[in-house]
C-alpha cells in the first residue's frame, strides 16, 4: 500500500508524536504541531496514537491510494473530498485502491491531520518518524513533500471502521482571540514592570513569519528595559543573554519588539532573553493560529498550568473512552 | 557566581549558573548535568548544558516541579566539589578563511550589517585592534577554542576561545538576522564561535568556511556513521587555515570517504589551564600533533 502524492499542497510533512531526547545536540522534538488532532485521527482509523500521519498547512494536498484503508482528517477545518466529493472532517471514511483525496480551503485553524489506516510507514529515525526540515531528518527524505513522491503505508493491524466520529465538545480549537497562558520567569526580570503590565494586556497578532520552529507575534508595545552592563559574552543589545537553551514554548523577544513563542522545530538555544514559556496544554492551540489572527499572553502560576495539563489529558482520555 | 532557577513552563527548569561567560561557569553547569544524569531521576526526560548555563525538561505527571528543584539544588551543592577536569578531544578543522561563498553571502546581507562598506572580517579585525586581516586569522587560528554548548540547530557547535579575556575576539552579531548562511560556515557572535552545520538563517558575522561536514543525518560521511552528530560538549578545536586548493582537495576526500578529521583524545584540567594559558595550549597542540 502507499500513497501518491499529486500535488504536495503548501507544506506537507510527515509527524508523528515526535523525537525526544536529542535537544541536547540541537534537534528538537518535532512531531505534530497540534498533537491532540494527530492523536484523535489515528484512534478514528484505529492506530496507534503515535503513528505517523499527514501534516497538512493552510492548504491541503491532493492524494491518491493505491489499496483500500480508512481515512480520516482532523484539526483545522480543511475540508476533505474523496474523488470530489465532500467528506467531514473529525470522521473516519472509507477508501478504494485508485481513490483521490484533496482537500477545499481552508476554513478554521491553520493545520489538518490525515491519518491513514496502518500509518505513513517511513523509516525510524533516532526514534521517530517526524519530518525534521532544518536538519534534513526523519519523515520522507527529510523534507516537505513534492509532487511525485510516493509513500509507503503501514500494514494495519486493525482497522478502524469508516463512520466513527468525535463529539464536537472534544474538539479543543483557539478562541478569538486566542487566550495563551504563559508562566513568567526565564529572564522575566529584565523587563521594566511597566512593560511586563503591557506585554499581557496588550492584544498581539500572529505575523506572517509563523512555522513549525516559531510563531511570530507583533501589535504589543515595545518592551522596555531594565538597564544593565551587558555581562561579559552576551552582546550590547538589551535583549541579549549569554547564548543558553531555550524552552519549548518560551517566549523569546529580540530587541524587545516581536515576541517569538518556540514550537516543535524549535532552535535548541541561543542569544535572546525570554519573558517566560507558554504551558504544555496550551501548544497545540498555537499550532491552529493563522497569520493575522489575535492573541493575548495570559500569565498563570505553576498550580494553574499543572491543573490545565490535567484537563487536556481528561479531554485526551475522553477521546480515547469515545472511540473505544 | 549564583545559581539562579527559573521554570521553563511545566516542563523545564532553567539553570543560570552565571550571567557571564567563563569556564568556570561551564564546569559548573556540566558537573550538575553530570550529576542529574548519574542520579536517573524518575520523570527526567532531557539533560541540556548550554554555555553558562543549562536546562532540563521534565515530565511533571511523574515528578513534581517543585521536588525537582530541590533534587537539582541537593545535586548542585554536591557537584560544587567536584574537580573541573574533563576526559575529552582536540579536533582540527582546516578552514577556508575569506571564502567566496561567505562573501558572496555577505554582501547579499550588507544593509544588515554594522558596517555596510567592509567585509565581516575586516570588520572584526578592525574593532578588535588587530590591525590587518592577517593578523586577525593568526589570532583566530592560533589559541584552539572551547566546545561550550552545541545547538540551535542539529549538531552546531558553541565555540569558547581558550586565551585571556584581554584576548578574546569580540563581535556583534548582525543588526537584523541574515535569511541565509552557507553550510559549514565559521561564525561569530559575542565571545563566540560557531560552525554552521546547515544552511540557513543567522545573525553571526561570517569568517571562512571549513570543508569538513560536522553533521550528517544520512550517515553516509566516514566518520560520521557511528552517530550523525560530531561534537560533543567539552570538546576542543583548533583551526587549520588552508587554501583553496586544499579546500577543494578536502571536499573530493570527503565525498570520497578518503577524509578522517584529526582527533586526539586529550584530558582538559581547568585550573591549569588558568595558570598558564599559552603553556597549556602549547601542550594541547602537542598533543594533537605528536611534537
Known sequence: MAIKVHSPGLSTTVQDLGRPGYYHIGIPL????????????????GNDENAAGLEVVFMGPELEFTAPATVAV?????????????????????????????FDFLKAGARAYIAVSGGIDVPVVLGSRSTYTLGALGGHQGRKLAAGDELPVGTASK?????????????RMPGSPATLRMLPGLYWHRITEDAGKHFLTDTWKVAPEADRIGYRFRGGQKLAFVDRKPPFGAGSDPSNIV???????????????????????????????????????????IGQLQPHMQAQFV?????????????????????????? | MKTRYSFGGDEHIFVECDEEMSLQAFFKGLSITNGVRDSRIKGVTEICPANASFQIKFNPDEIAPDDLLAELKRIEETASKSVASLKTRIIEIPVL???????????RFRERHQDPSSTDIEYAARINDL????????????????????????????????????????????????????KLTVGHGGCFGCIYSVRGAGGYQMFGVTPMPIYDPTQTISYLKDFMVLFRPGDIVKWKPIDREEYDQTVVDVEAGKFQPLIREVIFALDEFEKDIDGYNRKLQEALYGH
Open chain 1, 74 to 102: 482532523t484539526g483545522g477545518e480543511i475540508p476533505p473530498k474523496l474523488n470530489g466529493e465532500p467528506r467531514e472532517t473529525w470522521k473516519s471514511f472509507a477508501v478504494k485502491a485508485g481513490d483521490i483525496l484533496s
Open chain 1, 159 to 171: 482497522s478502524g471502521a469508516a463512520g466513527r466520529t468525535i463529539p464536537i465538545s472534544l474538539r
Open chain 1, 299 to 324: 500569565a498563570v502560576d505553576m498550580a494553574a498550568a499543572l491543573k490545565a495539563r490535567k484537563d487536556q489529558d481528561t479531554l485526551a482520555a475522553s477521546v480515547r473512552s469515545a472511540l473505544a
Open chain 1, 243 to 285: 547564548d543558553a537553551c531555550y524552552p519549548y514554548g518560551s517566549i523569546q523577544v529580540p530587541g524587545g519588539t516581536e515576541p517569538i513563542v518556540l514550537h516543535r522545530d524549535a532552535v535548541s538555544g541561543g542569544g535572546y532573553f525570554m519573558v517566560g514559556t507558554v504551558i504544555s496544554a496550551d501548544m497545540d492551540l
Open chain 2, 97 to 107: 578563511y575569506n571564502d567566496p561563498w561567505t562573501h558572496e553571502t555577505l554582501m
Open chain 1, 30 to 45: 518535532s512531531g505534530a504541531m497540534d498533537r491532540e488532532a494527530l492523536r484523535s485521527a489515528n484512534l478514528l482509523v
Open chain 2, 131 to 182: 590591525g590587518t586581516v592577517d593578523n586577525f586569522i593568526k589570532a583566530h587560528s592560533g589559541a584552539p577554542w572551547f566546545v561550550s554548548m552545541v545547538g540551535f540547530v542539529a549538531g552546531l557547535p558553541f565555540l569558547y576561545q581558550m586565551a585571556e579575556r584581554s584576548k578574546q575576539i569580540e563581535v556583534p552579531k548582525y543588526l537584523r538576522p541574515r535569511t541565509d548562511t552557507p
